[in-house]
C-alpha cells in the first residue's frame, strides 16, 4: 500500500477531488482566514507569525505542567544530535507572548492587537473535530487590563463566527479569579477531594495534587459523579472582589452591546495561564465536549516566561471545528472561483502565440492555458470542467486578425474582442 498520512492529520483538497468533504475543502479552509483577516483586522489587529516548534520550557512553563497538553500530548522534535528539547507548539499564545518579549513590541503604541493563524499540535486520542495537527485562528491584545478590551474580544469572536454565517453559537462566560482566588479556592478542593482519594480517577489524584481544579474539568465519568456528589462550590462563586468587579463590568459591555452568553460557572479551560475571565464558544455541531474555540484573560503569562508583567487576553478556535459546524448547520461556502479565461490554441502552429497571450493576460485576471492543441468542442469542455468564465481557442485566422472570439460559458454568448483590448475587457470582468 501506498504511504498514507499520519494518523490524526488531514489532507486540504482542492475544488474537484474525489473525496472532499467541508472539512477537507482547501478553498473552504481560506475563506475561514480570510472571513477572520477582514474581521480582525477592520478591528485594529496586526498579522504576526512565530515559529511552529519552540523550545520545550516556553511550553511546559506557559501552557502550564499541569495541563494534559504538556503531560501528555506534546510532540517533541528530535534531529541529529539534540534530545528533544523542542516541541511542535500545542497552540499559539504562549510564542506570541515570547516574541512580544523578544522582539520589544512593548514599544508598540499599546494595547497591541495580534493575530495569527497556522497549524497546532496535540498527540490526542483522535476522534471527530480532535485531531493531531488542527489549525487555529488565533488573537491576543497586549498591554491592556480594563474589562472593555475583554468584552470586545469576546465580541470579535462572536464577529468572525456570525460573518462567516454560523448562527447556533454559545458563549459559556466565566471567570477563574486572580491567582490569590485560585489558591483559596484550589485549598478549598483539596479538603472536599482528600477523603475521597479512592474514588478519583488516577489522573485526579495527580491533578489533586498538582492544581486540583483541574479535576472538575475531568473527562472521566467516575470524577464527574463525584463532583455532582459533592456538590462542589463554583469558582465563579469564590471571586475576590477586584475579579468578581472585573466579571461584573464584562458582563455590562456585552449587555450594553446585545452580545449574547450564558455565565457558566463551571468552566475551567484547559490551560494553566489564564486568570479572571474566561470563555467557550459551543455549537451543537461539534458536540457538548468539545469547544469550536476558546479564550481568556492571561495577566502573568508574561512574567511566567521571564518578562516584565504584561497583561494580556486572547481566543483562538479551531478551523476544523469551525467547518464541522458550517456543514452541521448546512451553510454554502463560496467554492475557490475558476479561471476568467481559458484559452487554447487550434494548431500546433498556434501554440506558442496562444501560451504568449495567456501570460501577458495574466496580468490582469486568473488565465487557463491548455498546452495542446485543442478542437473547439475538447477545449470548451475542458473550460467548463474548470470552472472557467470564458474560453477562446486561437486558430490562424484569430492569430493573424489578432482578434479572440470569447464565449462565454454559461450563456453559450460569443463575442469579438481584440488582443489589443483583451487586458482591459479582464479588468472590467474582474471587477
Ligand atoms: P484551546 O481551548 O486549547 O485554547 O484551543 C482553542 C481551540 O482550538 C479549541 O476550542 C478547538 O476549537 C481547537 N482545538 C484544540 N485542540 C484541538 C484538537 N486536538 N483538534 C482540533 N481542534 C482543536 C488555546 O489554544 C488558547 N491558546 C486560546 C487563547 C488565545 N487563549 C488566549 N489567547
Known sequence: MAIQRPKGTQDLLPEGSPKLSLDTQASAFTHIQDVARRVLERAGA??????????????KRGVGGSTDIVRKEMFTVTYFGDHGGFILRPEGTAGIVRAYLQAGLK???????????????????????????????????LGAEGALVDA??????????????????????????????????????????????????????DRLERNPMRILDSKSAQDQDLIRELDVRPMLDSLGEAAAAHFAQVRAYLDDWGVAYDVDPSIVRGLD???RTAWELHHEGVGAKSALGGGGRYDGLAEQLGGPMV??????????????????EGVALPAGDGPLLYLA??????????????????????????????KPGNAFRDAERRRARYAAVIGSDEQERGVLKLKHLGTGAQQDVALADLKTFLEQENA
Open 345 to 374: 490554441a487550434m494548431e500546433d502552429a498556434q501554440v506558442a502565440f496562444a501560451a504568449k497571450v495567456a501570460q501577458e493576460a495574466r496580468a490582469a485576471a486568473r488565465v487557463e492555458f491548455a498546452y495542446r492543441p485543442q
Open 273 to 275: 495561564y489564564y486568570r
Open 46 to 59: 496586526q498579522f504576526i507569525a512565530t515559529p511552529i516548534f519552540e523550545d520545550a520550557e516556553l511550553v
Open 107 to 141: 514599544q508598540l503604541p499599546a494595547p497591541l492587537k495580534l493575530w495569527t493563524h497556522g497549524p497546532m499540535f496535540r498527540a490526542e486520542n483522535v476522534q471527530k473535530g480532535r485531531l493531531r495537527q488542527f489549525h487555529q485562528v488565533d488573537y491576543e491584545v
Open 152 to 205: 470586545e474580544a469576546i465580541a470579535l469572536m462572536v464577529g468572525v463566527v456570525r460573518e462567516l454565517g454560523l448562527k447556533g453559537v454559545r458563549v459559556k462566560l466565566g471567570s477563574i479569579g486572580d491567582p490569590e482566588d485560585r489558591e483559596a479556592y484550589n485549598a478549598y478542593l483539596r479538603g472536599l477531594f482528600t477523603p475521597h482519594l479512592e474514588r478519583l480517577s488516577d489522573d485526579s489524584k
Open 311 to 328: 497583561p494580556g487576553i486572547g481566543w483562538a478556535f479551531g478551523i476544523e471545528r469551525l467547518l464541522i459546524a458550517l456543514a452541521a
